[in-house]
Nanobody
């Protein structure tokens, strides 16, 4: 599975961005998909995850109510709509794929990772 993220950029606080992640391979629809982020000098952290069907989602408390994860299995793509962005959302955002049943927030659950897309939120 190869994952390619896009959609990052520079935005002012309060603005919005939509990240996309396109996956290769026939097993996309059978995998839980997640978004993680890593800010400079910090460890990678969970942002959000979505079940195989899209019916279940999971969010970090820091983004709940501001970010929305979704997926289009026909396009092998997941999205992260980020609204009301804050300077502390500045990070490299990574897409990841997991062959698990639960909508996991654990990094160790994920088998494949993209190269990341940078999001910078100015104050």
């Amino acid at each position: 599975v190869q994952l390619v993220e896009s959609g990052g950029g520079l935005v002012q606080a309060g603005g919005s961005l939509r990240l996309s992640c396109v996956a290769s391979g026939p097993t996309f629809s059978t995998n839980v998909m997640g978004w993680f982020r890593q800010a400079p000098g910090k460890e990678r952290e969970f942002v959000s995850a979505i079940s195989r069907s899209g019916g279940r989602t999971n969010y970090a408390s820091s983004v709940k109510g501001r970010f929305t994860i979704s997926r289009e299995n026909a396009k092998n793509t997941i999205y992260l709509q980020m609204d009301n962005l804050l300077p502390e959302d500045t990070a490299v955002y990574y897409c990841a794929s997991a062959k698990v049943l639960l909508v996991s927030s654990e990094i160790e659950s994920y088998d494949y990772w993209g190269q990341g897309t940078r999001v910078t939120v100015s104050s």
